[in-house]
Every structure is written in structure tokens, then in C-alpha cells.
């Protein structure tokens, strides 16, 4: 049965907060600790935070809709009268994403990007509709999932068109599943907990777990190639995607598994593609049983060498695992302390602290798995496991700390935004890069991130916090940092770009490839000039054939 | 170290049939056993068959060439006088593929689609520089791998350009290795076995296995998004492939893997892009560590049902086998009559057959499974599908039917040569489908396959022998059609077509999928104009990028 029909009818836009993320209602817990925030300040060497509140919508101007009177008409006569939306709420939640560049912005009231309108079509047909209205009339067409990217995907860019709407899909989310075959046929804005929600109904799962799952949509994740927190048992979408329906000006584009075809694929075409070459209306995708165990277990390295060793290793054998996620030793202590600020530690964990001070894991290292499967299987990938980290000398702490990662794993941005009330900035820069030149990377990034944080804190002396956290590929390592730092108020953008242009050009001096799924527009569009060439024609030939207007999405993926 | 270094220089093409399968030398065993030939008789309804030697290469006549003196002078400037060719054997040899129809027309000496020469590049440069004169020129370039096609994808066309070129790379098989993370950088030309003994020399391999492993290559296998005999374990083309080198008329594409980048990816555009869109030139694939352990078991199935269902149950399952192959009741019954001219049953396997019999296996169905990796892992997927096969009633026969799979696996094609020569023809047709419709499809593709060829043969009372096997995927089943049948020797081709359309037409009624890299030029591109609309618009959109003079392998993907 299809999931639209049974009641549910699309995330309820006013719930969630327009500059920030999630739910409006919810806060996270640390929001009002002081003694978080005074432990924050210390470590980043500040006497104090200060309180940085964002601007209220109401106080902010937003600039008058571009959209015609006319347009605004036909749409509603195209869509219905529900389905064109262009109230401030709607206008300033449509802005932008929400990387930390983008939360700057709207927090200061910046909502220059805000689109002219959103319309919500409710079926392919419509988006159909929409598209060639669209490029009959030059109106720019931006498609908008849950809106949670980090790469600037779904800013407004009008591009010389007469307006920009948004096209917000989360009325589209109807699930069917075909269990002979494993397989889902799933419109495209559905967001993580009602899909999955739909799938476990029947028995099965996607297992494909962003961060921002509860807040981002399936076609997001599609048009961002995305990649999951047990990607190592489900895949990144482009292994999921088997096909999908994309509504472009010049009518549907199906792209399909190469299960009975020869023929050169456009599946990896459109995953990735951020709305510039169609809007995926409708994706079918793998999907697997609901596995009977899902289970977790830690283990304390003594460094961060020993530790990415043993990911090598597990990594490599193919040891089963669904996910494997190494702290070094400062996510570790940060993940540890904070934690203490929730609930003392059991005896259990004052035990195994003592342990390891007793054996000189001065600065331990945390892996974190995660197993799900048979009770067989995950039993076997377990033992697998723990072999692997004795070999590499690592000391097991059993399933509590992996459970706690389970119930933090998608808290971050909403911490994020707590950080930023109280004038802390944070960031994110991922890279990938061989596992024998993982250490010069590691080492590398990481003092060029804490140097170029030390460069444009506030005050002297003051610093920044710097994480790292690394995952592992058959092929390859791919570190994550996170990095905390105090704001310089005058020029919040400034500093940030500064760090981040610090950061990629240690990654690219240093034989490390940047996670492009991490990076901003224009950060993506450099890196595309110089690499990409011939590529980048094929590309611009796909978007030049399927949307001859230039109306989709304008200024991403391809220069302006 | 490279391993053209080590002293291997590319297979000998002297050594090499122009008009079959294989080397020179090799006869199948089967070629003078007058038995053999008197029970295929028999089986076909035949008093008795023809014989039907393939012509001579001295007596046939080759058009004259095309290419002009100056070019090909031009030519040897650019590359050595040595690797440019044009005697009767290299033009004759680089004909056609290695299909059916293929076949019939090099046997009975039709070569008018012989290349005006043969040129053989060295290095990526080569290449390159062949490319952007043939461009210059308006000549146009054919590349060539091994040359075992069923596609017609190396046929040469002219299309209006002064001449053709088949650009031959089996010189260039350089392998290089990176241990660390299990990837390999491997030039295009390298065949099969040279290809397995680098990496194994290094303790690693690819696993890509397909019936003409022994004389395809690299490249072929990519431009073709080959498949493989292990893709259970290895997948195929389009999985191993993280990157490539494309050498175009523009310059070299490089596409690579998506661990790092977000934007859309291009390996599925080149992986089975047939030498339309460029000559691959070098490739990094996924590699693994050899296997400790490599054995097959076989099990006999009541009848095709009951196998079905334990296949796709182990498929979902993911029960770990690197194959899984179920043969229908006529093709079991082959296999056994067949194998009984060569060796007289062991006591074993009269008891075995004994048993079958007692126990009303009256038309059993051999499914043969591979294993390969760990003592462990190995002992594991022997143990879940034991427990699959006993749920489907199956009776296991130990590993010697799958030692005899084993030792015939390459074997095929040489017997086709040898039936070629008796007045029988031979030919093949694959599809998939649903799980769910696999009964139907199954029944209507045999009954329209072998009404098909009743039609068509030569006497009254003759008829085909049609055999299929089925091989699974997570998500769909795919079973595969052997025809054998005497030839209407008035009308080879035409026989050969009335056939195929009948399967064809058979497989689109009834809800399957042809693979399609098991159809000709003309059947897939009849496809694809009624499947692909806006994406064919895409790929020749990229054509046109790369090959703005369309002289890359003119008449393939794209109609003319």
C-alpha cells in the first residue's frame, strides 16, 4: 500500500526551525549547562563565551518576491492554491542549507537568497508540469529535499531568470515495496524516519543513516551522493540506487540498474548531480531484512596509529562490521568529558578508566563498531573484530560506549546550534586518502587546522578544539575533523573561509583527496576547473540536453 | 614492477584462429570423436550430419584497403613501421567478433568488413596520437581487445570516412599493484591469464572470470560491462572499476572512483560504452587477496523448480558462494551423456546416479556452486547452502560434478567451432527477470526457442536442443539459453535471425529483460530506441564531446 495513503502527509514545515536545525521545540540538553559552556571556554582558552543570540524572523527584512503576479496565478491554477507557498516562514526556511557558513548567514538576518516562492507538487506529473512552466516562463527551479546540505546545493540562484522558486518534495512520499525482489519503488521526499518506518512494516530496511536522517529526504541523499553511517554493510546510495524517474523541461528521464543492460548507465550521472540535470521524483532502491541483532562494541587504542592500523586490517578482511568509527585521542577525551557533564560514570567505566590509566593508555583512542545481521553472522563478525584489535593491542570496553554513540549519533547539529548562541563556531572538513599516507595527512591537516584556527581566534592565547574521527574503505582512509573555535564576531565569514582554505590546502599538499560532499559551491567548482576537464564538458552536454533553459538549479555543479 | 617489463610482449596473433575460437592448435577433444557426433544426431532427429569445413584464408579475397599510401606511411612515422598492418592474416583476424553469426560469415569467407590495417600503440601516448591524426584524417579507429564479442561491437564501419582502423591493444598490458590498498593500474590490452599471473605473483587477484577469460582483455571486459563466471564474489565490470584512463580525439578523460568526490561520476558512461566514446586505455580496478581455499559443491534438484527457489533463497540470503549456476533438466542430461564419452562413471557417481533413480529424480537439475576465501568463510557458505539445498529437496553430489564444471569451463566455445564443422549450429540468448516471473518466462522462452528452430530445420521430424541455466542476482534471476541445431545451410544467417527474433519477441511478452550484452548491434540498438528517449540524447551528447568527427567505432549505440 502505498505510504501517502495511509494518513501520513509530509513533515509539517512550521515544526522545524527556520536557522537552525530540526525540531523547533527541541534544544539540546547542554543548551543551558553553564558549566558545559565554562568548560568550552577553558578549553579554548577564553576567560568567557559570550551570549550570541540570532536574529528573530520578524525583525529581518526579506527583499520583495520576484515572481509575477501572473506566475503566481498559473501556478496555483498548475498545483492548487496549498501548493504555492511564499509567506516569510516559508520564504527564510527555503534560503539556504545548513552548513556552518549558511547558519552564519541566517542567524545575522541574512535572507537574501530567500527563493521567490516554494511550490509543493504532490505527484511526478506535477513536478513535470512545474518544470516546463517553468522554462516557458525563465523562472529558475531549485528542488529541495529536507534541506539539511552542507554543500550550498539548494541556495536560490535567479541567474538572470524572472524569479527562482523552491520545489520542496516532501509531499511526495509515497513507499511500495516489492519483498519477492527486494527492492522499493519510493517517491523521492521522504525523509529518513518515515521511510524506514514504512519499510520496517513490511520487514526490511534501506540502512542507509546520514547524520541528518531524521531531517533530510531520499532524493537528497541521491542528488548529493550520499553516504551513510553503516555504509559498510548498505552501501552509499550510488550502490543502493537501482533507478530512478527524473522529471527534467524536456519530459521523464528513467535511468535504471545495468541488471539486463549493457549500455553505458546515467544512474551514477544523476547521483550527485544536486538538482542540475532533473528532479528525481521517484528512486527505487535495495533493500535488505530487518536484521535480527543489531549490536555495538568498543575498544581503546593506545594512539591513533595502532587504532587506524587495526580499521586497516577489519577493513580489508572484510570483517562484517556495519559500521567502524575511530576517535583519536582528542574526540575521545571531548566525547568522554562531555559525557560526564550527562551522567557520572558506572562503576563499570571507573573500572576500565583506572585500567587504562594503570597500563599507560595515557591517551586513548576510541573504535566504536557496529554489528547487525544474524546472530550468527554479527557473533562472527564480532570475534572477527576483537581479533583484529588485540592484535593491534587494544583493550575491549564492551558495548556501553557504543550505545551511548548510538544515542548521540545524530545529536550534533543540534549542539552545533547551542555552540552557536554562545559565539563558538564549528566546522567540518573531510578527506580521503591511501592508508600508507594516512598518518601524513592525519598529522598534517590537523596542525594546519589548528594553526589557522590559533590565526583568527578573538584574543591571543585563545585557541581552537580540533577532532578528528576516521572511517575506513576497502581502498582507502577517509578522516573527518570537526573543529571547534571561538568566533571572531567582526568577520564570521572571513574567518571561516580562512580556515577551511588553510585546511583544503593541506589536504592537497599533502596527497589527500577532498570529500567533495563537504565542500561548498565555490570550493567544488575550483577543485572541478582543475581536474575535471573533458569531464566537466560530458557533463555540461547532459545538463545543456536535458534543460536547455539553464531554469534547474543555477550555479551549482557548473560555473555561471 | 611492470609487467610488460618482465619480458611477456602481448599474445602471439599467428597463434590465434581468425575464423573461431581460441588457438591455432586446439582442436576440442570432442572434434574426431565420430560417437559424439552420431548421438548429436540422434538428439536432433538427423539421419546423420553434414560435414561443413569452414574456407581456407588463401582463397578468399580480401577488399583492397583503403587506407591511403601517404596515411599509412604517416602512420608507421607515428608508431614504427612494425605496428602497422595490413597483410591478409591481421585484416582477417580483426574482422568481426566471435558470435554466431560472426562465425557463419568468416567461415564461409565473407570479409568485407575487414579493416583497411591493424595498428598496435604501445603506450597511452600511442594512442593518443592515432586518435587525434585518424580525426585529422577522417579515418575511423575500431578498438580491439581480444575480440570474442557476441556484439558485433568490433565489426568494422567506415561510415563515410576515408578508411578504417582496427586499433589493436595486446601490446599494452603493463600491471602495476598497490598492495597497500588493494587496487591495481593496469593497461587495457592485457588478456585474461596474464592479467591473473601479475596479480598473483603479488599474492592478489581481480576474479573476473568470463567463458572467453583466456582471450579477452581488460579493456573489452570494461567496454563491454562484462560479466563474470564469480560475480557473486567479484561482481562485475561496473563494480570493480574505480577508475580509468579514456583516450579520446579531445585527450585523455580520467574518470575515477567516487570515494572522494560528490559530483556525478562517469564509469558507468564508460563501462559498456563499446569504443564510441573512447579507447580505454589503462584502468584501476579492485583487487583481492588470492583465496586460501577454492572448491565447488554440486547438488541434484527434483526438477527446476525446487533449484529456483533454493537459489534465490541463497541469493537473499547472501549465503557467500562466488557462484551459483542451476542447469535445467535438459541441459543436466547433456552434460552427463556428453561427459560419458570422455570418462566411464566412477563407482561414486554410478551410485549416485543409482540413487537419483530410486528416489524418483527422474529429470534432475545440476546446480554447481563455487566457493572461495577463508577455511572459515568457506566452510560457512558450504554449510548455509547445504541447509538451503536440503529445504529444496535437493541430494548433494560432493564436489566432483563441480571439478568436471571446473575443467570444462572454458571449453564451450571450442566445442562450437567443432559443431560449426558438422552442419550444427549454436548459439545463445540470455534474459532477466523478476523472481516472481521467472516460472513464466523460463517456460515461454524454451517453448518459443524450440518452436523457433523446429520451424527452421532443415528435414521434417528435426528439431534443437535447448538448454538453460540460471544464475542469480539479489534482485533478479537470469537464465540462459544454448540452441543447438542442424543449419539450413541455403539460409545460415536468415535461420539464425528467425530464431533470435523469436526468443527476442518471446522474452518482451512475457516480462523479461534481454541482457543486453548478449545481443548484436542491430537487436540492441532496436531496443534502444523504444527504452531510452532522452538518455540516448545524453550519451550521444557525450559523443559528440568526445568524438565531435564520430570516428570512433561508427554504426555502435548510436544508429547511424
Redesign the interface.
Known amino acids: 500500500m502505498p505510504f501517502a495513503e495511509m494518513g501520513h502527509m509530509g513533515i509539517e514545515r512550521h515544526k522545524l526551525r527556520w536557522n537552525g536545525w530540526g525540531w523547533a521545540e527541541h534544544r539540546d540538553p547542554f543548551s543551558d549547562q553553564d558549566e558545559v559552556w565554562k568548560w568550552f571556554a577553558t578549553e579554548l582558552g577564553m576567560p568567557s563565551l559570550l551570549a550570541t543570540p540570532a536574529r528573530p524572523l520578524d525583525d529581518i527584512g526579506l527583499p520583495p518576491s520576484s515572481l509575477s503576479a501572473i506566475d503566481r496565478h498559473l501556478l496555483t491554477v498548475l498545483l492548487g492554491n496549498k501548493a504555492v507557498r511564499d509567506d516569510r516562514f516559508e520564504r527564510a526556511f527555503h534560503a539556504c542549507g545548513r552548513s556552518y557558513a549558511d547558519l552564519l548567514r541566517l542567524r545575522t538576518g541574512d535572507l537574501s537568497d530567500a527563493p521567490d516562492a516554494v511550490v509543493y507538487p504532490g505527484t511526478s506529473q506535477d513536478v513535470l508540469k512545474v518544470l516546463a512552466f517553468a522554462s516557458e516562463r525563465s523562472i529558475a527551479v531549485v528542488p529541495f529535499g529536507g534541506g539539511t546540505t552542507m ?1 550550498g546545493g539548494i541556495t536560490p540562484r535567479r541567474n538572470g531568470h524572472n524569479a527562482v522558486l523552491s520545489l520542496d518534495l516532501s509531499a511526495m512520499e509515497a513507499v511500495e515495496i ?1 519483498r ?4 522499493a519503488s519510493i517517491e523521492a521526499g521522504i525523509y529518513g524516519p518515515a521511510l524506514e518506518a514504512a519499510l520496517a512494516a513490511e520487514g526490511m530496511t534501506l540502512g542507509h543513516c546520514p547524520q541528518s536522517f531524521e531531517f533530510s529526504a531520499l532524493g537528497g541523499w541521491i542528488a ?3 553516504t551513510g553511517q553503516q555504509r559498510l554493510r548498505y552501501g ?1 546510495a ?1 550502490d543502493w540506487l ?1 533507478g530512478a524517474n527524473v522529471a ?1 523541461p ?6 535504471s540498474s ?16 544536486e538538482g542540475t ?1 532533473g528532479v528525481i521524483t521517484r528512486a527505487t532502491v ?1 533493500v535488505h531484512p530487518l536484521p535480527h541483532v543489531s549490536t555495538g562494541r568498543a575498544y581503546a587504542f593506545r594512539d591513533f596509529e595502532s587504532g587506524a592500523a587495526a580499521l586497516r586490517d577489519a577493513a ?1 578482511s572484510g570483517v562484517g562490521a556495519a559500521m567502524l568509527r575511530l576517535s583519536d585521542s582528542d574526540e575521545t577525551r571531548l566525547c568522554r568529558e562531555l559525557s560526564e557533564f550527562e551522567e557520572p560514570a558506572s562503576l563499570l567505566e571507573q573500572g576500565l578508566s583506572h585500567l587504562l590509566r594503570l597500563w599507560h593508555y595515557d591517551e586513548p583512542c576510541l573504535l566504536v563498531a557496529e554489528f547487525e545481521g544474524s546472530r550468527r553472522s554479527v557473533a ?1 563478525a564480532r570475534r572477527a573484530l576483537f581479533g583484529i584489535a588485540r592484535n593491534h593491542g587494544a583493550l575491549p570496553l564492551g558495548p556501553a560506549p557504543a550505545r551511548r554513540w548510538q544515542r548521540n549519533r545524530f545529536r550534533a547539529p543540534y549542539l552545533r546550534d547551542a555552540m552557536l548562541d554562545r559565539g563558538l563556531g564549528v566546522d567540518t572538513m573531510e ?2 586518502t ?3 599516507n594516512l598518518p601524513n595527512l592525519y598529522a598534517t591537516l590537523k596542525s594546519a587546522l589548528t594553526e589557522a584556527v590559533a590565526g583568527t581566534v578573538p584574543r591571543p592565547l585563545a585557541h581552537g578544539i580540533i577532532l578528528c574521527h576516521l572511517t575506513p ?4 582512509a ?1 578522516v573527518a575533523f570537526t573543529y571547534i573555535f571561538p568566533r571572531m564576531l567582526a568577520d564570521e565569514i572571513g574567518q571561516s573561509q580562512a580556515i577551511r582554505r588553510a585546511g583544503l590546502e593541506a589536504i592537497a599538499q599533502n596527497g589527500g ?5 563537504d565542500l561548498d559551491g565555490h570550493e ?1 567548482l575550483r577543485l ?1 576547473r582543475v581536474e ?4 566537466m ?6 545538463k ?3 534543460d536547455p533553459k539553464g531554469i534547474l538549479n543555477p550555479g551549482k ?1 557548473f560555473p555561471l
Chains 1, 2 share one sequence.
Open positions: 554543500t516489492d519477492d525482489s527486494r527492492t548529493t551522493a550520499g552509499d550510488e537501482l527534467t524536456r519530459g521523464m528521464l528513467h535511468v545495468g541488471s539486463a543492460a549493457a549500455n553505458p548507465q546515467l544512474r551514477q550521472l544523476i547521483a550527485g548531480s540535470l535495495r580489508r562472527a578527506a580521503s591511501s592508508w600508507a574503505a576497502a581502498d582507502s577517509r583527496a577532498p570529500v567533495r560532499r567544488r572541478s575535471d576537464g573533458i569531464a564538458e560530458i557533463l555540461r552536454a547532459a545543456n540536453t536535458l555543479l
